[in-house]
């Protein structure tokens, strides 16, 4: 079937969604809900491997782990994103 699976991460929740091999981060955002992808500005990324490294997603911003990513890189399975939007 091709399908990956991200995650999004809020303080109190974690949400698995399902995508295409291969998607852009601009159309993940938009899986999530459109005005993501409409008004996309960028892509915070870890793998989920590199961050149960840390304590939280803050230290590993800390500790300069998460990627900024634009619209055209390939979400790869298991990656942890937080979208930038306006």
């Known amino acids: 079937m091709d399908?990956?699976?991200?995650?999004?991460?809020?303080?109190?929740?974690?949400?698995?969604?399902?995508?295409?091999?291969?998607?852009?981060?601009?159309?993940?955002?938009?899986?999530i809900h459109s005005d993501f992808k409409q008004k996309f500005i960028n892509a915070e990324v870890i793998p989920y491997s590199e961050l149960i490294k840390f304590n939280s997603w803050q230290e590993a911003h800390q500790k300069g782990k998460i990627r900024i990513e634009g619209r055209e890189y390939l979400i790869c399975d298991g990656d942890m994103i937080y979208f930038r939007h306006g």
């Open 3 to 31: 399908l990956i699976t991200f995650y999004t991460l809020l303080p109190q929740q974690v949400q698995a969604w399902p995508a295409r091999k291969e998607t852009p981060a601009m159309e993940g955002a938009g899986i």
